[in-house]
């Protein structure tokens, strides 16, 4: 043990620690100090960042031994609290800097520092101090995080009025469509918001601390699994395997398509026979301490036979391949599209035709925060299981087949969340911890290291496409052809509905008269396919956008003229034959040609015999909502107190269900004129909250919001009296008028059919990408140095959220162009290994414009926005390059070494 006399925030502490305890440990479970985050815990994200002596620390990576006597360290709790925040703090709840807020602590307290030292930094300053220090974010696309630090540093000078940066909500008292900050904001920014890994320190005694024991090959049988080491290891209380979980040991993908080959019953929660892909989970070691639980996991004897590992879908159809679930083909469902005529002969016939092979890969999605959850029985006997799933309803009934359990008495809650951008769509720990609980029958803890997040949570399914285009000499497209491969990993789980994106959204924003395509869904042993923000229009549009580019060039038109013929018009159908809700594209357009031609001339000026510079374009469309009728259910309810409250499963991935609920309560209450201060909200515990369904394709403002907006207008008619006034609480009571209602809503809408035509979604958002490209002919080197969108959205809920959904995701969209990648499981199981892009790859100069057209099924006129802005911005940044030298890339990422090919190739 080590013991120093130190100073934490102006406070003398006697640290008594063993030397290779980390300084983020000592100060959060030692002093409680949670607002120091431990993400990636290998210095790479600076989410733990401190202050010691004057100097920024990653804390998860300096260990005790370090410290000297009289050390002084600083941590956000230092900084600033919720009753008086620090004016970096109040720049963060104005620009919306802080969306799931995990990583807006480590940020903080590193702009203090860079404020301290250079209170007059420049915006590259600012830029250069956070690549320095390796402060990542993957919500924000970090422009609002140097607007906030100028804004800081502008009143810290005394340049700027610290009151201009708190909001002001206006003289109609209308909240929405303004800059109303988020109400986690303060907790976020002052770091006493408590993510799961904070609430796992702060849970009783007796709370066992889990380690999984997992698979390091990809494809194996389990000849036998021998624990008995282990359970004599020091702390143990049990050995969890798949002989103690009482169900069926599957969790089930509720297979959504009747011709699916597999039944849904394929992912294991712990192995059994056999292991299907890297980290599956094996056993579970369940002890005293994190640290004895994963000395004991290292004693489990896991006894394999290695089975030939299928890596990608080619591998997987190969004739010789093997079933890797026995019974069930790899090639386990088909989705075919037929929309209008044959399209043969319109290609036999056709003045221009072109054709191509994409490919997009295994982006990973890079939360900061790892996954982590924590179950217990309640004091009725239920089990409760707390994690970041954004799909409460959804992965109760998914994991309780599995463990045994009567969904009646469990309980799902979602914890405050780091970000999953989808990847929490599928459960991950949650049976695990349940199956944990069960097996104990104590409180049950798992926080996985970022190495685990990386390789043992789901993944973008790659999509291998060839698409053909036919049109017409003057450029109108006649018809289209598409053949995609879903390479989906071992478990089917929404694999077949993310195979019916290929039908919906190959070709999306296009009137395109005649389609004939076929998608396929393929098992492998890579990692296992989750949904990720776009979920599969990330795919499906790369493959049409970059080919519109290519018909552009074989017709020798301009690439936007092109688009602007072809898109939704009066008498258009998309893909699925669906008349889109709004044609508010040729606006879209409209409002970007300028920006569009301004880029042009800008690139043509600034590219150099070294640097090329370029510009490229790409349409992106997405649909709000699952499939068909989705429906969802709230509460709202008036309390004694004249305040309301909302009770809703708006699951928050970072992106702001509670500005989101907020905003929609607030606007549908407007009669009453009640202040935003007096809704409360109650989101994510199936205890209290009806199924307001997931958090995925973009549906909440749409399908949640219109469940919010139908249960205050019910809640308004009760209160409302002949006279046009309202009634009180009291006197709600005292006529016997419910003063709870249920606000429910389902889209009209229709599932698509085995051709793939239907209509699917009741609102769809539209947009617009321009991508300014510089490529350094010597090294093949892409940077993205502007990128602007104009987006329809509809009428925006909150601005706030709605610039920040779309700078995050346009971020999130060049890394998936130039740089992200989980194929390599060693290489690209870290941040910077996998290419997560850090302030300097993402440009300052982001520039976002609105066409507001109010949606007829949206509530108060919005569509969604959360996956928009990665719908195909990448398909812009890859013809950019091609605009810049000439070099078409087809196969994301367009890392350096396949751009220098193309020019060596050219030459
Ligand atoms: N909004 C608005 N006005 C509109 C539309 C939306 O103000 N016209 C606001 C909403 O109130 C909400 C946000 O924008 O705060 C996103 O709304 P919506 O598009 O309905 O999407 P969801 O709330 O259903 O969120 C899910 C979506 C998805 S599917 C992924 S994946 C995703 C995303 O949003 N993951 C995210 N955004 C993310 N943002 C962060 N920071 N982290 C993630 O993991
Ligand atoms: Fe410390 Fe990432 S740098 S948690
Ligand atoms: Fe930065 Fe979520 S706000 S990681």
């Not at 404020?115 to 220090?133: A, E, G, I, Y």
């Not at 969790?251 to 011709?259: A, N």
């Amino acid at each position: 043990m080590i013991k120093r006399m130190i100073h934490v925030n102006g406070a003398p502490r006697m640290a008594i620690a063993a030397p290779e305890t980390t300084l983020a440990t000592y100060l959060r479970e030692s002093l409680g100090l949670t607002s120091v985050k431990v993400g990636c815990g290998q210095g790479h994200c600076g989410s733990c960042n401190v202050i010691v002596n004057g100097k920024l620390i990653r804390s998860c990576s300096y260990k005790m031994s370090r410290l000297n006597d009289s050390d002084s360290i600083t941590t956000l709790e230092g900084i600033g609290t919720p009753d008086n925040l620090h004016p970096i703090q109040v720049a963060w709840l104005a620009h919306g800097a802080a969306q799931c807020g995990f990583c807006s602590p480590g940020f903080i307290v590193s702009t203090k520092l860079l404020l301290d030292t250079n209170p007059k930094p420049s915006r590259d300053d600012v830029r250069d101090w956070f690549q320095k220090h390796r402060n990542a974010c993957r919500c924000t696309g970090y422009k609002p995080l140097v607007d906030a630090v100028m804004d800081a540093a502008a009143v810290l000078r005394g340049e700027k009025k610290l009151d201009d940066l708190y909001f002001q909500i206006p003289a109609d008292g209308k909240i929405w469509g303004t800059k109303y900050p988020r109400p986690s904001a303060v907790a976020k920014v002052t770091g006493t918001l408590d993510f799961g890994a904070d609430l796992g320190i702060k849970m009783p005694e007796g709370t066992l601390r889990l380690a999984l024991v997992q698979a390091e090959v990809s494809h194996a049988r389990i000849l036998g699994i021998d624990t008995s080491e282990a359970e004599k290891m020091p702390g143990v209380v049990k050995v969890v395997t798949h002989k103690d979980i009482k169900g069926k040991n599957r969790i089930t993908g509720l297979i959504t398509f009747p011709t699916n080959k597999g039944d849904g019953w394929d992912r294991p929660i712990l192995c059994d026979e056999k292991v299907f892909q890297f980290g599956d989970a094996i056993a579970i070691v369940c002890a005293d301490t994190e640290c004895h639980a994963k000395a004991a996991a290292a004693k489990v004897k896991v006894d394999l036979e290695i089975l030939p590992a299928y890596m990608s879908a080619p591998e997987a159809m190969a004739e010789d391949a093997m079933e890797i679930h026995p019974g069930t083909p790899n090639v386990y469902f088909e989705q075919k599209i037929a929309k209008g005529e044959d399209s043969a002969p319109i290609f036999k016939k056709a003045d221009v035709v072109v054709e191509d092979d994409f490919y997009v890969g295994r982006q990973p999605h890079m939360p900061i925060e790892p996954d982590v959850g924590f179950a217990f029985f309640n004091e009725e006997g239920k089990l409760c299981i707390h994690s970041k799933s954004i799909g409460l309803h959804l992965h109760m009934y998914m994991i309780a087949p599995g463990l045994g359990m009567d969904p009646e008495n469990m309980i799902m809650v979602q914890n405050p969340t780091g970000g999953t951008f989808g990847y929490k769509f599928s459960p991950t720990m949650e049976a695990l911890v349940g199956a944990a609980a069960i097996a104990t029958g104590q409180p049950v803890y798992l926080n996985y290291t970022w190495f685990q997040q990386q390789t043992y949570t789901g993944k973008r399914s790659p999509f291998f496409m060839n698409v053909r285009f036919a049109a017409t000499k003057d450029g109108m497209l006649q018809a289209m052809e598409s053949d995609w491969t879903v390479d989906h990993g071992p478990y089917s789980e929404f694999g077949d509905l993310l195979t019916l994106r290929g039908a919906q959204f190959i070709g999306a924003g296009y009137n395109i008269p005649s389609i004939r395509g076929i998608g396929r869904t393929v098992c492998t042993n890579h990692a296992w396919g989750s949904a990720f923000r776009g979920y599969g229009s990330p795919q499906s549009e790369f493959a049409s956008e970059v080919l519109m580019d290519e018909l552009a060039d074989k017709l020798g038109m301009d690439p936007l003229e092109l688009r602007y013929k072809n898109v939704y018009r009066e008498g258009s159908t998309t893909p699925t034959g669906q008349t889109p809700e709004v044609l508010s594209l040729p606006e879209v357009l409209d409002k970007a040609r300028p920006m569009y031609k301004a880029a042009k001339e800008h690139a043509a000026k600034a590219s150099t015999a070294e640097v090329k510079r370029g510009v490229g374009i790409s349409l992106g469309v997405y649909g709000c909502g699952l499939d068909g009728p989705d429906t969802a259910e709230v509460y709202v309810e008036l309390n004694p107190d004249a305040t309301v409250t909302v009770y809703a499963t708006w699951h928050d991935h970072g992106q702001g269900a509670d500005i989101g609920t907020l905003a929609t309560a607030h606007e549908g209450l407007r009669p009453l004129g009640i202040r935003p201060e007096n809704i409360k909200l109650v989101l994510n515990d199936t205890a209290v909250c009806p199924n307001a369904g997931p958090a995925g394709g973009s549906r909440s403002q749409v399908v949640v919001g219109r469940a919010i907006k139908a249960g205050c207008e019910l809640l308004v008619g009760g209160m409302r009296k002949k006279d046009g006034t309202f009634r009180t609480y009291d006197e709600m009571k005292a006529e016997n008028i419910a003063v709870k209602y249920s606000g429910k809503w389902s889209a009209p809408c229709t599932d698509c059919n085995a051709d793939g035509q239907g209509n699917p979604f009741a609102a769809y958002m539209y947009g617009l990408f321009i991508a300014e490209v510089a490529v350094e002919l010597a090294t093949g080197k892409t940077t993205v140095e502007k990128i602007s969108m104009v987006g329809d959205v509809g009428e925006i809920a909150n601005k706030l959220a709605v610039d920040g959904q779309l700078y995050g995701g346009l971020a999130q969209a060049i890394g998936l162009a130039l740089y992200e990648d989980f194929e390599d499981i060693k290489k690209h199981s870290t941040m910077p290994g996998a290419g997560f892009p850090y302030i300097k790859q993402i440009p300052d100069d982001i520039v976002l414009e609105y066409v507001e057209t109010p949606r007829p099924e949206g509530p108060f006129g919005a569509s969604g926005v959360g996956e928009l802005p990665l719908t195909c911005p990448h398909a812009a940044v890859v013809n950019g390059i091609y605009n810049a030298c000439g070099v078409r890339i087809t196969k994301l990422p367009a890392l350096p070494e396949k751009v220098l090919a193309g020019l060596k190739a050219k030459k």
